[in-house]
């Protein structure tokens, strides 16, 4: 089984138009957000009920945010952030960590 092209990649830094910067989330990544860390409800995310069990990461892509929180965002909301501020990483990277844990 071939896999799709995906619009964005696990790992990669994103921005929100408020200026939100956020971390696209890999599947493991994501399951331990949902169990531990609460939905931001942002604009542009998806809320169908059980619409985003299996992200595809093109139309649907799991982003952790540097509030601490996470939604499934729709791919035309957000767009790549090559160099995201030092602070704002670190934060995200820190969140990571303790998912790890």
Known sequence: MSQRKRAFEPGQYVSLFTGLVGIVLGETLYTAATKVLKQGQKPGRYFAPGCCQHPDYVIQIPVLFEDGTYDVMRGMNIKR?????????????????????
């Open 81 to 101: 952030l090559e160099n995201p501020p030092a602070e704002k990483r670190e934060k995200i990277e820190s969140i990571i960590e303790k998912l790890k844990q």
